[in-house]
Nanobody, 122 residues
Framework: QVQLVESGGGLVQARGSLRLSCAAS????????MRWYRQAPGKQRELVAA???????HYADSVKGRFTISRDNAKNTVYLQMNSLKPEESAVYYC????????????????WGQGTQVTVSS
C-alpha cells in the first residue's frame, strides 16, 4: 500500500510565503515524476509544478519565478516553496507521484495525496 501525505498548508497573507511537503510511504520500489496540483472551489484541478527523477523541473506559467519544486529522494519527499502568494492562489494543493511498487512492474502508476488547504488572505 502506498500513501502520500501533504503537510505545510495553512493561512498566509498576500505576498507571504509557504512551504509544502509531501512524503510518500509504503511499498515503493522507485519514484519517477512528482507533481503538485491545486484546485480552487469551482475550478478545475491544475498542474502547478513537476519534478522528474533527474531533478528536471516544470512550472505553470502563473507561478514561474515565485514557486520552487524540489525533492529529497532519500526521504521520498517532494517540496513546494511558494513565495509572493496571491489571494487567487487559495486552493487545496495535492501531491501526485508516478511510482513503481516492484522492479517487475511494467511501468509507473499514479498516486495522489489527500491534499492540504492553502488560504491566502488579502
Amino acid at each position: 500500500q502506498v500513501q502520500l501525505v501533504e503537510s505545510g498548508g495553512g493561512l498566509v497573507q498576500a505576498r507571504g510565503s509557504l512551504r509544502l511537503s509531501c512524503a510518500a510511504s509504503g511499498s515503493i520500489f522507485s519514484i519517477n515524476a512528482m507533481r503538485w496540483y491545486r484546485q480552487a472551489p469551482g475550478k478545475q484541478r491544475e498542474l502547478v509544478a513537476a519534478i522528474t527523477s533527474g531533478d528536471t523541473t516544470h512550472y505553470a506559467d502563473s507561478v514561474k519565478g515565485r514557486f520552487t519544486i524540489s525533492r529529497d529522494n532519500a526521504k521520498n519527499t517532494v517540496y513546494l516553496q511558494m513565495n509572493s502568494l496571491k489571494p487567487e492562489e487559495s486552493a487545496v494543493y495535492y501531491c501526485n507521484a508516478d511510482l513503481r511498487q516492484s522492479y517487475r512492474d511494467f511501468g509507473f502508476y499514479s498516486y495522489w495525496g489527500q491534499g492540504t488547504q492553502v488560504t491566502v488572505s488579502s
